[in-house]
DNA sequence: CATTTATATAAGCGTTCTGTTATATAACGA
DNA sequence: TCGTTATATAACAGAACGCTTATATAAATG
């Protein structure tokens, strides 16, 4: 999954995690996106398209307008490839015991 | 949170992906580590760097080795992040005959 | 001690990002 | 048709990245 690149590298940037954090409220243009932010038109623009690239966002054609929204398809894909460490965490949380064996640290009181 | 940045950016690499895949079956040397790779040593003692740095791997110390293996701080955190998208996601679903109204035919005159 | 082993750090280089300004395109409205 | 509005593209500079080779350090070993 080379789209897993674009999908995290993508969410790598504030920006575009702000960008992204705004459209989670709704809809919106890309003037209406790049507003909050002090950067120009053509810097947001540019972010918008790796974010589509990434398919984190999905864009439609309505006049001269091109409001974006959130798109599923990436979050999907990181979701499942997260799903990978987190049984591992849930394994070695199982195993926690060595762990704290050989972490030897200071008394603290483990949970099971 | 700006350790989002390098949780993301860590993960968007694809070597570094590979080597948290390997540490998902568990602890393991740099060398060990290096060794399904085509790249130096210290190439892959950076990577495990940017990995540390973004709390995505700890290492103790045991002799003159330093083991890996997974941490949850990092995923748990951007895993809260993409909460935030899959609950719009959610929504945006909800709300799908509005989209799907919105994008419904607005006559144009056919030209050229 | 001297050597080997495991890993880290430094310096150098080409490539890829991220922002800027300037300009292009396409639809709208008068 | 002309000017305006919304967005995209181009060209460019500087910072950040990722790899390499060479070297440093620190524990293990003989």
């Known amino acids: 999954m080379r789209n897993l690149d674009a999908a995290f590298s993508a969410l790598a940037d504030p920006t575009r995690r702000a960008l992204l954090a705004r459209l989670a409220r709704g809809e919106a243009t890309v003037l209406e996106l790049a507003e909050p932010f002090d950067m120009t038109q053509p810097a947001i623009s540019r972010h918008l398209k790796v974010l589509e690239g990434a398919g984190l966002i999905v864009r439609r054609v309505e006049g001269t307008k091109r409001p974006c929204r959130l ?13 990978l460490l987190r049984d591992a965490l849930a394994k070695n949380y199982d195993r926690l015991d060595d762990v ?10 483990a949970r099971r």
Do not use: F
């Open 71 to 83: 798109a599923p398809a990436a979050i999907t894909e990181i979701d499942q490839w997260l799903g």
């Open 100 to 109: 704290l064996a050989t972490m030897k640290p200071k008394p603290r009181k």
